[in-house]
């Protein structure tokens, strides 16, 4: 759907959805099937040939995970006009899917193993998508000062006074998003050779937040929730069921214009990235141990550039 308002402001909201079916996943043929006995049976591709009884991996990829997103998303939208422009989406959203992929680590997202945890359940892995955010905002805005050369004010100001305040320009963006989902990791204790164990979950996840640590950082979640499996079993956890830090930040530019002539101008530039110093938080520890739900860094602090130009 789409509605403008006035002649320079558009409003768009849509529903956005993608099904994927037959994605790769990958597949160590390798593991054992657990019987319900709690014993393992050897593995289809190597049974009967004792040659290849110390083989510990085989791996290989098929086309058989599933992934559906569904989305409301909603843009308004200001064209240039009177020194305005602006733009404003916002996302609600779900992604779910069964093929976490291979995707790399790092930041506020942390996918877990590529891996089913196991190849004879399929349906065990079915979770959030590691990117998956519920919700997400996103704006920028740019606005050029009324006052100096050329503009409604000021063009016919002493020559020193609008050379300071005259042909400003300021320009933001904002991101604001919730936080991605997290799988809690344990070492195999089911005897498959399991390429994507995980932890058992003993009570209901609790997010604490920025809850100081006594080691440092914050605690972000209980660890006293998650616990290894049971010897001869996998892990009662399912993927994504945490969620990490989200993110707010805001990132203002200056823009101003020195007129040296007709043609001549010089153009200074300065940037606040991340303007409020505000902890853009990494996602916690998600390895079952003794640093488990601890979040021990960021990816930095205010960071301020300066740029100077010659247009001629």
């Known amino acids: ?9 558009t409003l768009m909201v849509g529903y956005v959805g993608q099904h994927g079916t037959h994605l790769m996943v990958p597949r160590p043929y390798f593991q054992r099937q657990l019987l319900p006995d709690g014993t393992t ?37 200001k064209r240039f006009s009177q020194g305005l422009q602006y733009q404003i989406a916002y996302t609600y959203s779900k992604c779910m899917t069964d093929s ?28 959030p998508c ?43 963006i904002v991101s604001l998003h919730k936080g991605y989902p997290l799988t809690v990791s344990a070492g195999d204790a089911s005897g498959t050779n399991s390429r994507g164990p995980r932890a058992d979950c003993i009570a209901p996840a609790n997010v604490f937040g ?6 440092g950082g914050y605690q972000w979640f209980d660890p006293s ?30 823009q101003k214009e020195f007129f040296v002539s ?6 200074f530039r300065t940037e606040f990235l991340n303007l409020t110093n505000t902890p853009l938080l990494n996602a916690p520890d998600t390895g079952l141990g003794a640093g488990l739900g601890q ?14 130009k010659f247009y001629f």
């Open 100 to 127: 976490i992929g291979y995707y790399g680590s790092g930041g506020q997202a942390v996918p877990t193993s590529a891996y089913w945890q196991n190849l004879y359940d399929k349906g065990a892995e079915w979770g």
């Open 295 to 308: 979040l021990r860094t960021s990816q930095g602090p205010r960071n301020i550039q300066f740029g100077l």
């Open 225 to 254: 929730a998650y616990g290894p499996p049971v010897p001869g079993a996998f892990g009662t956890c399912g993927v994504g069921t945490i969620r990490g830090p989200g993110l707010a930040n805001l990132d203002l530019g200056l």
């Open 130 to 172: 590691y990117f998956d955010v519920k919700s997400a905002l996103t704006s920028f805005a740019t606005y050029e000062l009324p006052f100096g050369r050329g503009k409604r004010f000021g063009d016919d100001w002493n020559r020193w006074v609008k050379a300071a305040l005259g042909n400003w320009q300021v320009s933001s």
């Open 210 to 215: 920025r809850m100081d640590s006594p080691s």
């Open 41 to 77: 049976a050897p593995s289809p591709y190597l049974a009967g040939n004792p040659a290849l009884a110390d083989i510990a991996q085989i791996s290989g990829t098929e086309s058989n995970g599933n992934q559906r997103y569904d989305a409301l998303q909603a843009t308004l939208q």
């Open 262 to 267: 007709e043609g001549k101008h010089f153009e």
């Open 1 to 9: 759907m789409e509605r403008q308002f006035f002649n320079d402001t």
